[in-house]
């Protein structure tokens, strides 16, 4: 059994597996123009041609590095999705207007956002815009505007959110004339939450398929001493053993395609070896058992 390698959001679709491009600028080996044209061919080359950003990655800064590569790569836009966010606003250099850390999802921020995110991605249109964080000040029918302006504008294909909760998706929702097409949140076997707090269950509810950051905990999955990482990392690799794959990771991301949500994982390395790695996970069909043997593995007891 193979997962289908795309996904549909709304009217558009997405590569099954995204590249979360927030480290590019962490990685120098990886932030010139040509090394990101040399990370777009290869995902594009494994079926990943979705890249996942946000405004504030990289202190502001990565968009426009990211931008500069897709100029250097010279593919044809319409053969790449991409994806950021807006309205966290950092204390930045970058922002100097900015005292305190808060958020914006003024329909003002939102239209002069998406602005800025256009000319530093190089691009006519963002396929799906995501607010990145509920904001406690979000007047939902001034949101709901501007997030109307801009796809009426067509600088935007498709709107989502992202960590919003069920009510919370449900209030912005109730002000759009058309459906928010993911929500992005935390889930991964180290972080299970979204399994109990409803927001996988709203997500099958209302049929859209939500996106997923730090699908592997962080890294700490790999490298963390704690209880919880020790026994995870054991029972991956029991089962990496009874699959024939020796990658844990890939185990790790086959888990979240095994819950009928229809997740999307967001993947953080800007390694081809690793993406390629991880992508084996679209070939893997956990039983049902060895799907509650993780979930165990991660909670520390037996499903009641």
Not at 13 to 38: F, H, P, Q
Request: net charge negative; aromatic share 6%; with cysteine.
């Amino acid at each position: 059994m193979s997962y289908e390698t795309r996904i549909s959001l709304g009217s558009l679709s997405l590569s099954r597996l995204v590249l979360g491009a927030w480290r590019l600028l962490s990685d120098l080996e990886r932030s010139d123009a040509d090394s990101v044209a040399r990370l777009v061919h290869g995902a594009i080359d494994i079926g990943i041609t979705s890249f996942d950003h946000a405004d504030i990655y990289g202190n502001y800064g990565v968009e426009e590095a990211f931008g500069a590569g897709l100029q250097r790569w010279g593919g044809s836009r319409d053969t790449i999705e991409l994806i950021t966010k807006c309205d966290i606003m950092l204390i930045s250099g970058a922002r100097p207007e900015n005292r305190i850390k808060h958020y914006d999802t003024s329909s003002a921020h939102i239209r002069a956002s998406v602005e800025r995110s256009l000319k530093n991605l190089h691009t006519d249109y963002i396929d799906v815009l995501l607010l990145h964080r509920p904001d406690p000040l979000m007047d939902a029918d001034d949101t709901a505007r501007g997030l109307e302006d801009v796809v009426k504008a067509g600088k935007v294909r498709a709107v989502g959110v992202s960590n919003f909760l069920p009510h919370q998706f449900d209030l912005l929702a109730s002000r759009l004339p058309f459906p928010l097409v993911t929500n992005q949140i935390e889930f991964s076997v180290k972080y299970v939450s979204p399994l109990t707090d409803g927001s996988l269950d709203h997500a099958q509810r209302l049929r859209y398929a939500p996106m997923i950051w730090s699908p592997l905990g962080g890294g700490s999955l790999f490298t963390g001493e704690g209880v919880q990482e020790v026994r995870l990392r054991a029972a991956l690799r029991d089962i990496a053993s009874q699959l024939d794959n020796t990658d844990i990771s890939a185990i790790a991301i086959a888990w979240l395609l095994r819950h009928p949500a229809s997740l999307i994982p967001v993947l953080g390395s800007l390694k081809i070896d690793r993406l390629k790695t991880m992508a084996t996970a679209l070939d893997i069909e956990l039983s049902r058992q060895q799907w509650f043997a993780i979930l165990k593995a991660s909670t520390g007891e037996d499903v009641d």
